[in-house]
């Protein structure tokens, strides 16, 4: 049976999450924490730090904020211009941008700041992704390293020290308690938490064409030219409570654009809905992990006391880990065309990286999956909670 | 699309080979039955084991003689793996004196430690290097390792036969071809994409 | 010429692959099939793939897994934990493992390692060793994921199984694995010169420096590692580069 987290509805399969003893999960505990924090004398020492890395004589950007024109990025670069920053924001250019994420992208800009979009080889890109889904499971590994790289490197070739990150993903969604505390993202953070699962950008060479001039903008700086500029990046997220419902309505107040619907596989329709190929990336950890977006927004709202975990538990079990046949009403079959392949092949790499153990399977060991091609969970809370 | 049939004879990691067929665009049949073996444009004699045990499974199942049949008379390609490859011989010597299918003159005997420190069994990544031409290290570099775990080799009666050796040992025979048969010392299905290679070569042959 | 192999460890605990400091702390590192298929695109010369709470949970090896994992690899593939009978054995060979690896067993029914070499040969049976350091210098191998101290020296075990038919060797020191302070070199120099059988050195790889050192000094066969490529920079391909450059004979 799957263990669940007795506070939020997390499952203990998730990677780097650890259920304590009193069968609670380390991110509700992170989430505990949170009280204790003195959030004045951390608002004091972001203050310091922006102080010390803001212009001179304003002849060059006080700061990169790394932006996707989505809810906590245009939270953050609002947020930026009131503590009187002068930004740059950048974008690494997401794979398949919906109308509204551009849309976004173009309200974040009036904000009124300078702004860098870099896009990576759409060609090139298109057979990464291909290559990350069959051999890792995630149609997403690019974006996830493209969104660390380029503004780091922009960072080093425009000359400008301070990046201002968001969340730490870590301290959000619970991860090995040292690093929950980290206030900085440095290569080591990028190379253990940022998603790579394990693959890295030199193993792409040689695979489907890909050669080493097709990766520039995967590739992070070195560590001497990270030191020649002191590049340092810092999660927004430590300094103010963050809170991605808050930064929402926030948002949407400056302007930014929701979705007319809670987006598929998703509760809300307030987040992730720049790049088109999200269903499939949420769908496989869903498959590997056995928990989707649903889940990840439940325990966030469960965690912040809006929804209770018994209402919890009904949503996930209503929108949890449905096949991605649409997404921001795209259907899975353009996504899959332009990465050259067919639906019965993409169910093959799905069936592929489930974890069968967590899914109700037949006497042969084989998925039982509904008429729509969704799977069913062996069980959706710990038994003590189904008795009741 | 080219039907390999892979002889089960009860002897060998079938899946694996399967499974690396698959992978290199041939559609395996994993099989110890006459019909599908005689319905395939390709053959693989896969093997794991003992020489003698190897041939008096063949026979049992009667086996040798669907395989005289499409590989001797028809000339449908094959490719002996590891003990496959041992079988094809004129005889092998391991625990006695076995018969082999004979399609290839020659024998199988013990590998004899050389100079240093070369230990039997034969296991782990070693370079292959091609004697001659042949349609199977095509695109394949010179030295290239293959994965080898064996303890027994073949010794060819005529060198023509002979298509790559293994600095091991002396320099063993680790590839060997006559016609459209067709012998490997090493396992492909282990070797990622240099033995895949390999396979897409004979499936192209 | 034989190769030295650069091997990776993935090791399973309940629902997917783990990693700890010490034997201890584990902490959930993500998808088997994932870092299966990862490591075949990266060309890895070998895996070992140990399921860690089989033995304490007095369970037989998880045959379907090693199944589909053995589906994705194309090359050789080392599994073990929880193996105690021949019949596992040949059940794991027949669902893809290439070879199998036994540890507590082989303390508690030596006897076992002479059955498997007979049934199918030395070439697919490799002991797994794992041994701590005592404060005097002196090491002692403990079995169950290294929470059962048995009392022997690992070089006298390492000794004993390869009479009694033992294809390999692989020695891990509990204390440094997943430190990446370095690998217990005088552990593994120790059981390597005990007997004449490739040894597997683990736990503790850090750097490419540490690889070097342990097969130099510590007359090492091949390097497993699992955290280094898996929290660092540092890859697999880079690590045989770097060897091949100090004149090891790598594969590349």
Redesign the interface.
């Known amino acids: 049976m799957i263990r669940y987290c007795v506070r939020c509805i997390m499952p203990e399969t998730k990677p780097d999450l650890h259920i304590d003893g009193e069968g609670v999960c380390s991110a509700c505990r992170s989430f505990e924490r949170r009280k204790e924090v003195d959030w004045d004398n951390r608002r004091g020492a972001l203050k310091e730090i922006l102080d010390r890395y803001r212009s001179r004589n304003g002849s060059n950007y006080d700061c990169i904020v790394p932006v996707s024109g989505g809810k906590d990025s245009t939270y953050q670069t609002v947020r930026m211009l009131e503590l009187g920053m002068n930004p740059l924001c950048v974008t690494a250019t997401t794979d398949k941008l919906s109308d509204i994420g551009r849309r976004n992208i173009e309200n974040l800009k009036r904000r009124g700041v300078d702004y860098i979009e870099m896009t990576a080889n759409p060609v090139v890109r298109r057979r990464i992704n291909r290559l990350a889904l069959t051999q890792v499971g995630d149609i997403s590994w690019p974006e996830h390293v493209t969104i660390f790289t380029i503004p780091v490197r922009i960072a080093v070739q425009m000359n400008i020290p301070l990046i201002v990150w968001g969340e730490n993903s870590q301290n959000e969604y619970g991860g090995p308690a040292a690093d929950a505390e980290n206030s900085v993202l440095t290569r080591r953070w990028l190379e253990e938490f940022g998603g790579l699962l394990g693959l890295r950008v030199s193993d792409l060479i040689g695979q489907e064409g890909i050669e080493p001039r097709h990766l520039i903008q995967y590739t992070y700086p070195t560590d001497e030219e990270l030191r020649r500029v002191g590049v340092t990046g810092i999660f927004l997220g430590y300094y103010l409570p963050w809170d991605g419902f808050g930064n929402a309505l926030f948002s949407q107040a400056h302007g930014f654009e929701t979705y007319h619907k809670p987006v598929e596989g998703s509760l809300v329709n307030y987040e992730n809905l720049d790049n088109i190929q999200t269903g499939i990336h949420d769908y496989f950890k869903f498959l590997k992990y056995g928990f989707g977006r649903a889940t990840d927004l439940a325990c966030l709202h469960v965690r912040r006391g809006r929804i209770s975990r018994e209402d919890a538990v009904k949503l996930v079990r209503m929108h949890d880990g449905k096949f991605p046949w649409v997404y921001l009403g795209c259907p899975i079959e353009e996504v899959l065309r332009e990465m050259e392949m067919t639906l019965d092949g993409f169910v093959r790499v799905c069936d592929r990286f489930t974890n069968k153990k967590q899914f109700v399977c037949d006497s042969r060991g084989n998925l039982v999956k509904d008429r729509d091609g969704n799977l069913t969970k062996i069980n959706y809370d710990n038994e003590k909670f189904l008795r009741a | 699309m080219t039907r390999v049939a892979i002889v089960d004879y009860g002897m060998g ?1 079938l ?2 080979v399967a ?2 067929v698959e ?1 290199c665009g041939g559609v395996p049949v994993v099989t110890g039955r006459a019909a599908d073996i005689g319905s395939a444009n390709r053959i693989i004699l896969p093997g794991v ?1 003992a020489f003698p045990d190897g041939m008096r499974n063949l026979k049992e199942r009667s086996l040798d003689k669907i395989l005289h049949e499409q590989v001797a008379e028809k000339g449908i390609p094959l490719l002996g793996i590891c003990l496959g490859m041992q079988l094809l011989a004129t005889r092998g010597w391991e625990g006695g004196e076995t018969e082999g299918l004979g399609w290839i003159g020659g024998e199988v005997r013990r590998l004899q430690p050389g100079e240093g420190n ?2 039997i ?7 292959v290097f091609a004697i001659r031409e042949s349609p199977l290290f095509r695109g394949i570099p010179e030295g290239k ?1 293959f ?1 080898f ?1 064996h ?1 027994y080799h073949f010794l060819c009666d005529d060198d023509r036969d002979v298509l790559a050796r293994t ?2 040992c002396g320099g063993f025979v680790s590839a060997i071809g006559r016609g459209s048969v067709f012998g490997v010392q090493f396992h492909p ?5 240099a ?2 290679q390999v396979l897409r070569n004979f499936l192209g042959v | 010429m034989l190769k030295i192999r650069v091997i990776a460890t993935l090791l399973y605990k309940g629902w997917g692959l783990v990693k700890g400091v010490g034997f201890d702390s584990w902490r959930r590192t993500g998808s088997a099939m994932q870092a299966v298929k990862v490591y075949n695109m990266r060309e890895m010369d070998e895996l070992v793939f140990l399921d860690i709470t089989a033995t304490n949970e007095r369970r037989r090896p998880d045959f379907a897994l090693v199944d589909e994992l053995a589906d994705e690899c194309f090359m050789p593939l080392t599994v073990g934990g929880g193996v105690t009978t021949v019949d596992d054995v040949r059940d794991l060979l027949r669902v893809g493992a290439d070879k199998v690896a036994v540890n507590t067993t082989a303390v508690t029914d030596p006897g076992l390692v002479r059955r498997i070499a007979d049934r199918f040969g030395s070439q697919c049976i490799v002991v797994s060793i794992d041994a701590r350091r005592r404060s005097d210098g002196t090491y002692e191998a403990c079995t169950n994921s290294g929470t059962v101290a048995t009392g022997r020296d690992p070089a006298e075990l390492a000794y004993e199984v390869e009479a009694l038919g033992a294809g390999e060797i692989l020695v891990t020191s509990v204390e440094r694995d997943g430190t990446m302070s370095g690998y217990d070199v005088e552990l593994t120099r120790r059981v390597s010169e005990a007997v004449s059988i490739p040894v597997i050195a683990s736990g503790g790889a850090g750097s490419y420096g540490d690889m070097v050192h342990v097969i130099s000094e510590g007359k090492a066969s091949a390097v497993a590692s699992a955290s280094i490529y898996h929290f660092t920079q540092q890859t697999p391909l880079e690590a045989k580069r770097y060897l091949r450059d100090r004149g090891f004979a790598v594969r590349l």
């Open positions: 990691n899946d694996s499974r690396a992978e084991g070369t230990r069994p034969h296991v782990g990544w070693n370079e390792d994965y775990v303890s600095p091991y299905e282990k070797s990622q994409r033995g895949f």
